[in-house]
């Protein structure tokens, strides 16, 4: 679906001229202008003010070059919005996720500071305190990789939904 504000053309002749091909048929001619009507029930062909919109159905008999998308200027705002909202979670997540990872960083600089491994080295004490640095260490190792795995689909879904917009795009011309 496309569209047409009228300008200066709010008679049906007018109108026929810049919207019509020329070399079409009488029979054409109709069936087009009765296509148009059935778009805009809401419109007197016969009789239309300047500034009315039109919609101006995707048939055979119609210029292109008169009309406007009816869904670019929607569509390109929608998809800057969807830019914006996906590149701000992803600086978030990233930011969240260095912040993390760099406490991770500090807190396994401390496991291998003297006390700890004294304490480890106690036959008592030791292996709880192994036990724990251990699992620690495999959590922070899960938690690095669910991080990057977040910040690929933030980018995964990012695409997919700008290439969905691009087919819905091309879907309604």
């Known amino acids: 679906m496309r569209t047409f504000i009228v300008g200066d053309e709010t008679k049906l002749k007018a109108l026929s001229e810049k919207l019509l091909l020329a070399n079409l048929s009488q029979v054409r001619s109709e069936a087009a202008l009765k296509a148009l009507q059935e778009a805009n029930p809401h419109a007197d062909l016969n009789k239309l003010a300047r500034g009315?919109?039109?919609?101006?159905?995707?048939?055979?008999?119609?210029?292109?070059?008169?009309?406007?998308?009816?869904t670019e200027g929607p569509l390109a705002a929608l998809q800057d919005l969807l830019d914006q909202a996906l590149r701000l979670a992803l600086e978030e997540t990233s930011a969240g996720n260095s912040a993390r990872l760099a406490d991770q960083d500090q807190t396994v600089k401390a496991f291998d500071d003297g006390a700890v491994k004294k304490a480890i080295s106690d036959p008592t004490i030791g292996p709880q305190i192994r036990e724990g640095v251990d699992a620690v260490r495999k959590g922070f190792e899960v938690d690095r990789e669910l991080a990057a795995r977040a910040e690929k689909n933030i980018t995964d879904v990012g695409r997919a939904a700008i290439a969905k917009l691009n087919e819905l795009g091309k879907t309604f011309g």
């Not at 159905?57 to 292109?64: E, H, L, Q, T, Y």
């Open 52 to 70: 009315t919109v039109l919609f101006v159905p995707d048939a055979p008999g119609f210029k292109v070059s008169t009309t406007n998308s009816a």
